[in-house]
């Protein structure tokens, strides 16, 4: 089959890689029929050296069940079904919990973690498929597969900046990135009842879609100047919650520099850092708090589907531009350039 | 009157300085009959720069009302009074959310940061005496003030960890640090429910108070070694919250260690460095949280006074030694030597 390989910064390639085969009686084969690019997977586009690739890539997608080990007993061949990012058991103690990124089953993983697998290729082998997979009750033609397929990640990524910076009616919001998850972190902030939303980014389509989702406020300054307007629009007290959706040091600080005593940062954009100010003329002085990590989206998948299945939210509105294989290489580039939001692929 | 005086590391003098008086008509003056050394006072008495001195010291105090400015209504002349360590109005909307110690009144300060006032003297004015002071429904000899005087601080202090740790009866807590704050923090999680309690300290004496406390287990190992003794007592899976209340880097790696996936590290420990790793590798993997910072015990001394009185808790047993103000600069060197846990000070 054919499948999305980067060998290093800047080069992604779709090459033939030997079809998946069932290793364990618990995986599931999956024919993809829909995936994406990820802003994620454009920091190793920008920085991943030759001697760590090449690297399968893709950790988004829906697609057809073909075949099941003999122990799964959630989904059967024929059904539509969408992975979440992160490979889980869905039944361990975290996962109970709901933190299937912190699945303790010895098989759980990132798609990313698996060296052989990717959802941007024609085929994938699903470990812990009765965990991992959720049945989808459409079509794989249906119009709502983009929506349903950021159930894979930006949207729960997006939700579980909200759920975990505890979004409700009584806080306000800031959202730093106008990336796909910053946009589906203001829809879901906008679900979790804030009525005021601030969108902290400078691409004109992407804010207007951010507005589409529920940003009462957009600002496109940074730095010092984006941190003095969200003061002036916070009465300037500074704002409850921050969805950080970037991952890198200069939203972290911007992130510190707009929060209201008390406040949280809640962050899900991958850090580029691994230290970072959280002292006393940082976090401490005002009991600023910090949370958030890898979403653990399978948690959230039930709850947000109902909304996409009815038309009340249309997420997949971060799909700006679809390709097929062929085209991933492009899309990549497309999306580093900044000429796309968020690619869709049909394989 | 006489006031204790630090002057840099190591040295501390008590001296006779002005008498306070009424500034502002918001103030109140206050007899100190009770207070004491915090372990806070360790960290300028370590490490001051004599060109930073001299500094008044001392930020917990019991007292009597001796005169009033004509804007103070909630205090009178006689009443025997708490002042937190942070100065607040009590009705800005800071405090109003129960954050004293983000107050935005412009006279809020820390005792700390009022170069001419202090606790550790005969006598102390108080800015915005309506919204600082608590009166006590006691005389000044009552045995019930040393632990009416860690309403102050440390207890508030530890009981604040707790909170903004979200400890409850579902969550195993472990307490880095066998100090006054950190014994009180397990006062305050065996208050709020939690069932498993680690102290991790090495002091005998301490960590025996800490099981009197409440303290289920005792982790005197610190390092890898303390993080892998927590891990065994929590089944592997770590514990579900750290109050941290030392402020040094390996109290903080100890706490990033020990924590459990989605886990809270919960800060009141003045932090002794402003950078920290809160990256892939430290917090975010597995959604690890941090919180805390200067407690607002204001908003805690209603809610605490009562089991006071009715005999239900003692957080007086911190002290462990009584001195007057003769004795301030040896109380200083004895807790610096751990030959004291906490120093009472009767001027």
């Known amino acids: 089959m054919r499948a999305t390989l980067m060998y290093g910064a800047g080069d992604v390639r779709v090459e033939n890689v030997p079809d998946p085969v069932i290793k364990h009686p618990t995986d599931a084969l999956v024919r993809i029929t829909a995936s994406c690019v990820c802003g994620s997977d454009l ?12 690297a399968r890539m893709g950790h988004e997608f829906i697609g057809v069940v073909e075949d099941t080990g003999p122990e799964v007993t959630t989904v059967k061949r024929g059904d539509l079904v969408v992975a979440p990012f992160a ?13 299937h990124t912190s699945c303790s089953h010895p098989q759980a993983n990132f798609w990313d973690g698996e060296p052989e697998e990717g959802g941007q290729a024609e085929a994938v082998r699903v470990p812990l498929a009765d965990g991992t997979l959720v ?15 950021t159930l894979s990640d930006v949207f729960g990524t997006g939700y579980h900046a909200a759920v975990s910076g505890g979004v409700n009616e009584r806080t306000g919001v800031t959202v730093i990135g106008d990336g796909a998850v910053g946009l589906l972190a203001v829809l879901s902030a906008k679900r979790l ?5 601030i969108l902290m980014g400078r691409h004109r389509a992407r804010t207007d879609l951010g507005r589409e989702f529920g940003a009462t406020d957009v600002v496109p300054a ?14 300037g007290q500074g704002t409850h919650v921050v969805l950080e959706a970037v991952g890198h040091m200069p939203a972290y600080e911007q992130a510190v520099g707009i929060l209201r005593p008390g406040g949280v940062i ?13 002292g006393f003329g940082s976090l401490f002085r005002h009991n600023l708090r910090l949370a958030g990590g890898p979403a653990p989206v399978r948690a959230h998948i039930e709850e947000l589907m109902p909304d996409i299945l009815d038309g009340a939210i249309d997420p997949g509105k971060v799909f700006d531009a679809t ?4 085209g991933v290489p492009a899309a990549y ?9 968020k690619v869709l692929i049909k394989p």
């Open 43 to 54: 920091h190793p586009y920008g920085q991943m050296k030759p001697q760590d690739g090449p």
């Open 87 to 99: 490979i889980s058991d869905n039944t361990c103690v975290f996962c109970r919990e709901g933190l």
């Open 135 to 149: 049945k989808l009750p459409v079509a794989p033609d249906s119009a709502l597969v983009p929506s349903l397929l």
């Open 193 to 197: 009842g804030a009525e005021q939303i």
């Open 222 to 235: 940074r730095g010092e100047e984006g941190i003095a307007a969200v003061r002036d629009l916070t009465g």
């Open 266 to 278: 809640s962050r899900v954009g991958v850090p580029q850092y691994e230290e970072a100010p959280i």
């Open 323 to 326: 390709t097929d294989l062929d």
């Open 333 to 341: 580039q497309d999306m580093a350039d900044r000429k796309s939001l």
